[in-house]
Antibody, heavy 117, light 107 residues
Framework: EVQLLESGGGLVQPGGSLRLSCAAS????????MSWVRQAPGKGLEWVSS????????YYADSVKGRFTISRDNSKNTLYLQMSRLRAEDTAVYYC??????????WGQGTLVTVSS | EIVLTQSPATLSLSPGERATLSCRAS??????LAWYQQKPGQAPRLLIS???NRATGIPARFSGSGSGTDFTLTISSLEPEDFAVYYC?????????FGGGTKVDIK
């Protein structure tokens, strides 16, 4: 059974930093791309970033480019999102998701990031 | 960036009725379109990948069709657990994009 467990969310001041983690199990983690998708309170879904299985290719939404960094540790079956220079508009639930079929096949339960002073 | 426009924004139907949801892309995405269901307080769930392929464990009452710029998600007969928000998403081009969602609520 595929399981994804996000952690690392919380309250952070504008301009601050936070690192999210996503622990994966139940599939061959290093073989597949992974992604982060976020959802602001009461809003729709927004793709944030993706990374290839080996970690050599990364992609970012324009809204986070230059501020967020996606990475993975295949020895630990863990995906990361390093977020810096956070803004109020980054407040959202952040989901990690697999891309086994190319679509977002499996999702974690999400971790809430609140950017506020 | 490919913009996905979903219609209608809200669909009010009764259990047992047929639901037809539309997703239109601003340019061709071939068949690289997926549909997701999201219930309040839950993560989204993949229903359909590549326009018409039902994901593992998804009931046969859910079907997807279309290619190019026009896509449809059909729920043949609504069950009580199907009342939720539905999103389409394209993976043809970076950045990956989602539609704004269609809420299916109980009439």
């Amino acid at each position: 059974e595929v399981q994804l467990l996000e952690s690392g969310g919380g309250l952070v001041q504008p301009g601050g930093s936070l690192r999210l983690s996503c622990a994966a199990s139940g599939f061959s983690f290093s073989s597949y791309g992974m992604s982060w998708v976020r959802q602001a309170p009461g809003k729709g879904l927004e793709w944030v970033s993706s990374i290839s299985g080996g970690g050599s290719s990364t992609y970012y939404a324009d809204s986070v480019k230059g501020r967020f960094t996606i990475s993975r540790d295949n020895s630990k079956n863990t995906l990361y999102l390093q977020m810096s220079r956070l803004r109020a508009e980054d407040t959202a639930v952040y989901y990690c998701a697999t891309r086994i079929s190319g679509s977002f096949d499996y999702w974690g339960q999400g971790t809430l990031v609140t950017v506020s002073s | 960036e490919i913009v996905l426009t979903q219609s209608p924004a809200t669909l009010s139907l009764s259990p047992g009725e047929r639901a037809t949801l539309s997703c239109r892309a601003s340019q061709s995405v071939s068949s690289y379109l997926a549909w997701y269901q999201q219930k309040p307080g839950q993560a989204p769930r993949l229903l359909i990948s590549d326009a018409s392929n039902r994901a593992t464990g998804i009931p046969a009452r859910f079907s997807g069709s279309g290619s190019g710029t026009d896509f449809t998600l059909t729920i043949s007969s609504l069950e009580p657990e199907d009342f939720a928000v539905y999103y389409c998403q394209q993976r043809s081009n970076w950045p990956l994009t989602f539609g704004g969602g269609t809420k299916v609520d109980i009439k």
